[in-house]
């Protein structure tokens, strides 16, 4: 089954809200289920990514249910459950996070990442706009799309990920491993102490020498795992 053909039986159930991303290949849409009013949303990737099928099997309160991955015969289909809630980048964008938002924010990111690096993958995009603060103050983690297993290779052979949020080896100069995450969480609670990168405004104090720490060039002096930065919060 081609993926269009998939889509013309959805149809037939879910309306279109919105058009969430659409880029490189990979849509994201919000769809409404025509008789029960309840949403969800449907990726359409061109390639299938391994992490959303895993992810089936997995409830994770930081994390969205996934519903349903559907191979087709042109990449794949995945249908997975809709946060409802903001963006920590919309939430940054009314002003700074104070510090125990921030840390709870992380902490619940770092709960998200070490279900996935538990089963052997690495997020390899954490960024604001990829984490979703539901109502309640809970934060769950969105967008495996450039996931990935870890491998033993010598490095990554193809460069991917956010600018600034990318830690070194997903430049292709080592292999990516859960301490890439590690990079990206660093990035990710300067940015909400300070509006900016580490690079150009430190945070100061106890979090600054945290963020300092996860942002290492050399991956051996980050934190070695989600769940040691999330007890050093």
């Known amino acids: 089954m081609k993926t269009n053909d998939l889509l013309t039986e959805l149809k037939q159930h879910y309306h279109l809200v919105r058009v969430m991303a659409d ?5 994201v849409l919000r769809l409404r289920h ?25 409830l994770c309160e930081n994390l969205p249910q996934v ?19 903001i963006t920590v980048a919309e939430w940054a964008e009314c002003g700074r996070i104070r510090y125990a938002q921030a840390v709870k924010i992380l902490r619940g990111v770092c709960h998200a990442l070490s279900v996935l690096h538990e089963k052997g993958f690495v997020h ?3 960024k604001p706009e990829n984490v979703v603060v539901r109502p309640n103050g809970q934060a769950v983690l969105v967008d495996l799309n450039i996931s990935r297993k870890v491998s033993n290779a010598g490095r990554d052979t193809m460069i991917m990920g956010t600018v600034g949020y990318a830690s070194p080896e997903q430049l292709g100069l080592t292999q990516s491993d859960a301490r890439t995450d590690i990079y990206a969480c660093g990035v990710l609670l300067n940015v909400m102490l300070t509006g900016k990168h580490p ?22 002096d980050r934190y070695p795992s ?3 930065l999330a007890m050093a919060l």
């Open 67 to 85: 519903y349903d991955v559907i191979d087709t015969d042109d990449g794949q289909v995945v249908l997975e459950e809709y946060v409802d809630g």
């Open 124 to 126: 390899r995009d954490v």
């Open 226 to 228: 989600a769940k040691r």
């Open 199 to 220: 690079s150009e405004q430190l945070a100061r104090g106890r979090a600054g020498r945290i963020v300092r720490r996860c942002t290492a060039v050399n991956p051996d």
């Open 34 to 58: 025509k008789e029960l009013g309840q949403d969800i949303v449907m990726r359409q990737l061109p390639y299938p990514v391994a992490a959303y099928t895993t992810l089936a099997d997995i």
């Open 23 to 27: 880029k490189n290949g990979c849509r």
